[in-house]
Every structure is written in structure tokens, then in C-alpha cells.
């Protein structure tokens, strides 16, 4: 990091989107005294944006599976953020476990990953009564946590006005009609703007049943994608999440049969399940699937989330809020024009 020129002290500030990044970026701008104006195109139900579609899951360690170290650094560092702005976020860890076939990728997965507990059947059912005798081990990383992004995204929107920032739904602006500082948090929508976006598509459903109680995120290893089962409260999971090169919208018959196997296999009685709902978002993601902060003189783009929108946002912002406070250059996601 190196300190730059910063384009001014507190100021005007507008940030289109009110998705996981623009809400962060919102609530920290906010609370440090810039007068802070969230536009969102869609209504508060938030249901164009790729966050009302996801896991919710602040799992830096389990990602560092397949993410470079940048994601780590940065997720461990939101995870104290989320529990400075929230402190109801669950963190009750996140456990690994894999059908007795896969057990070549299990190992692999617990030698990529790190600060987690190797369990054998007994502590897997003490940590997860209902998975008892299913799985013959698993891996505990217990300082993970997740939230609900359907519940929290209403908590951060109702926290950024209670630190004095406006929130205007049903507002679609161009970064041009913008006066101030624009920080602009669209999405794949900005691709007007970063050509070299594309959505990467990630399928999930939510099933509802009394017969299965889950206390955390299980995962549950697969060959092609991280499959896994997050509970809800009120006896609902979502089960998550697939990820295709792919725009299209919806859930193929493939991805649900794979989605729902699953579930089986972390427990039977989810087989009786009620499904509440399928649904499909598109990550927004760059060539190297980095988060990236762009830099312009009076415009500041923050994209590129990919699967990392929940861990990563709340450190994004802090870095966005120390570059235009203090014109801190964090050289690993800022890219300055
Ligand atoms: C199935 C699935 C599971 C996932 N699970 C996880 C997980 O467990 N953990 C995790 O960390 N991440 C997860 N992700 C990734 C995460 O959802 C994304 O990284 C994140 O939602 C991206 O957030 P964003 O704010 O950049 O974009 P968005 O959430 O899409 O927000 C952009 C907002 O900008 C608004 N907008 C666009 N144009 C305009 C305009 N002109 N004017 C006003 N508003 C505008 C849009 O309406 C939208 O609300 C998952 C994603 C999917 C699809």
C-alpha cells in the first residue's frame, strides 16, 4: 500500500447499487460523515441484483481452495468487520464432509485449505447431531460464518439510513447525470462501462423440511463445483451452488438433479423435502476473477465480486473509504487511470 493524492475529504458521495458491495460501501461512507446517496434501479425487494440470489457463506478459508490468496486476505479481514456492523452474524463454522468415492478430493481439498479441524464420525455427529454415523470424517473451520442475504440486505439498507445516508429504490441513473464522488457498484450492469465483465451463472433451490436441523454451512465435495447446504432457520435450506459459463437465466434439469443428489447425500430425509423455490444469479466476474477497484479522477468502479460478494464487500469498501480519505493505494485490487 502507498499513500496517493486523495481526491478530497468528506464530500458528496453518490453509489449506484444497492447490491452486497454498494451497501458496504454506502454504510462505511456514511458513518465517516460523507453524505452518502444509495440509487438502486430495482425496488427494496432487491430481486435484480446477483445478491438476492446468493449463499450468504463468509468462508475465506473453504474458498482458498480454488481462489488466490488475495481473497483470503481480504475475506479474513471482513469477517471482523461483520461482526463489528452485525453483531447477530452467525459463526458457528463451516463443515466439509464427502461421500466415501470422493475421498481423493476431500484430501485434496484439506490439504489447499487451512486452520481447520480434521473430525472422525463421532465428532461429526457431535458437531451436527442429525448427520450422525453419515460420514465416516469431516473438517471443521470453525471461525467461518454466513448470513442470510435476503435478511441482511435489508439491515444493511436500514443501517446506512440510520448513519444518515439516502437510499433511492426505483432509481435507474447513468454515471454521468452523477455529481461528487460516483461510486459505482453495478454489477454485471456496468459492463457498459468494463467491457471485460461476464456473468458466471450460479443455480440454487430452497427446500423446506422439520426432519433435518443443520447449525451451519455443510459442504459437501464434488468433482466440478462446491455443493452445499445452508440452513435458513424455519426449517428451510438453500442448497447451492452451481457454476456455469453462462448468461442464461433459470435452472437446467441437470443442475437441479445434481443440486437435489446432493442434499440426499448429506441426509435422506431431505428426499421428503418440500421445494420452496429454484433460482439462478450471474456473478459478475473479470478475466482472472479478482475484485477489482478502478480508479478515475471522481469515479470509482467496484466489480469483479465473482463468488466473493458476501466475504469480500466489507473490505472492498474499507479500502475504497481509505483511498478517497486518505488516498491509500492498495495495489493488489486498485487499478488507478
Ligand atoms: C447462487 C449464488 C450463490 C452465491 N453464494 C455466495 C456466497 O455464499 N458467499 C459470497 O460471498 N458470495 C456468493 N455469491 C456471489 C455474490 O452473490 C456476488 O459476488 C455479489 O452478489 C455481487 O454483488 P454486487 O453488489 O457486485 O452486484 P449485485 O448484487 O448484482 O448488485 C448490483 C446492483 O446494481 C443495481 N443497478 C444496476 N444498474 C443500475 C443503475 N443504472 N442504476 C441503479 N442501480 C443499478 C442492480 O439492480 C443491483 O441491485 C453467490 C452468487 C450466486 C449467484
Request: charged content about 25%; proline content about 5%; overall charge negative.
Amino acid at each position: 500500500m502507498y499513500q496517493n493524492k486523495a481526491p478530497s475529504g468528506e464530500s458528496a458521495v453518490s453509489i449506484i447499487g444497492a447490491g452486497i458491495a454498494g451497501a458496504w460501501h454506502a454504510l462505511l461512507f456514511a458513518q465517516a460523515g460523507h453524505a452518502v446517496t444509495l440509487h438502486e434501479r430495482s425496488d427494496a425487494a432487491m430481486t435484480q441484483s446477483t445478491s438476492h440470489w446468493a449463499g450468504g457463506m463468509l468462508a475465506p478459508w473453504c474458498e482458498a481452495e480454488t481462489s488466490e490468496p488475495v481473497i483470503s486476505r481480504l475475506g479474513i479481514r471482513a469477517l471482523d468487520l461483520w461482526r463489528q456492523h452485525f453483531s447477530q452474524t452467525p459463526f458457528n463454522g463451516s463443515l466439509v464432509v464427502a461421500h466415501a468415492r470422493d475421498r481423493a478430493d476431500f484430501e485434496r481439498f484439506a490439504r489447499l485449505t487451512t486452520n481447520h479441524r480434521r473430525l472422525d464420525a463421532r465428532e461429526v455427529g457431535e458437531l451436527e447431531p442429525a448427520l450422525e454415523g453419515r460420514f465416516r470424517e469431516g473438517l471443521f473451520y470453525p471461525e467461518e460464518g454466513h448470513v442470510e442475504p435476503r435478511r441482511v440486505l435489508p439491515q444493511l439498507h436500514a443501517a446506512i439510513a440510520k448513519a444518515g445516508g439516502v437510499i433511492q429504490f426505483n432509481s435507474d441513473v447513468k454515471l454521468d447525470d452523477l455529481e461528487g464522488i460516483v461510486i459505482d457498484c453495478r454489477g454485471l450492469s456496468a459492463r457498459d462501462a468494463q467491457g471485460e465483465l461476464r456473468g458466471v451463472k450460479g443455480e440454487m433451490i430452497v427446500v423446506e423440511t422439520a426432519e433435518v436441523e443443520l447449525a451451519r454451512p455443510v459442504r459437501l465435495i464434488h468433482p466440478r463445483f462446491p455443493l452445499y447446504v445452508i440452513p435458513r432457520g424455519d426449517g428451510r435450506f438453500m442448497l447451492g451452488a452451481t457454476s456455469i459459463e453462462s448468461e442464461d437465466t433459470g435452472v437446467s434439469v441437470r443442475s437441479a438433479l445434481e443440486l437435489l443428489g446432493a442434499a440426499y447425500v448429506v441426509h435422506p430425509a431431505f428426499g421428503e423435502a418440500r421445494i420452496i423455490e429454484f433460482g439462478s444469479g450471474l456473478r459478475p466476474a473479470f478475466p482472472d476473477n479478482l475484485p477489482r477497484i478502478a480508479i478515475e479522477p471522481e469515479r470509482i468502479a467496484v466489480n469483479g465480486l465473482y463468488r466473493h460478494g458476501f466475504l469480500l464487500a466489507p473490505a472492498l469498501a474499507e479500502l475504497t473509504l481509505a483511498y478517497v480519505e486518505r488516498g491509500v493505494i492498495d495495489n493488489e485490487v486498485m487499478r488507478c487511470a
